[in-house]
């Protein structure tokens, strides 16, 4: 089993930053990806962003050229750095991890961000 565990959410102002950190923990070894999806209040939990173990990279479009997400696999860790925070990001974040062959996943407890304007 993989566990992850998340850390950097809180408040800020429009305009604003702020880091989003991952790491996981156990075995994980072939194709798979880590990234970051977000549910704001009565919403579904839409993706963010994500990486592969190739280095691919996807974005959702609402944060194309303001999120850059980058990920350490020796240190299994994946970060999310959030800048130009609109209100319209605040949600709650979660880290997950999915296998692409088999279909394995496996979501963190969630960290709120919150942007007020």
């Known amino acids: 089993q993989v566990q992850l565990v998340e850390s950097g959410g809180g408040l800020v102002q429009a305009g604003g930053s702020l880091r989003l950190s991952c790491v996981a923990s156990?075995?994980?070894?072939?194709?798979?990806?880590m990234g970051w999806y977000r549910q704001a209040l009565g919403k579904q939990r839409e993706l963010v962003a994500e990486?592969?173990?190739?280095?691919?990279?996807n974005y959702a479009d609402s944060v194309k050229g303001r999120f850059t997400i980058s990920r350490d696999i020796a240190k299994k860790t994946v970060n999310l750095q959030m800048n130009g925070l609109k209100a319209e990001d605040t949600a709650v974040y979660y880290c997950?991890?999915?296998?692409?062959?088999?279909?394995?996943?496996?979501w963190g407890q969630g960290t709120q961000v919150t942007v007020s304007s």
């Open positions: 997950n991890f999915r296998m692409i062959r088999s279909g394995y996943e496996s």
């Open positions: 156990g075995s994980i070894f072939g194709i798979n990806t």
């Open positions: 990486a592969t173990t190739s280095g691919t990279t």
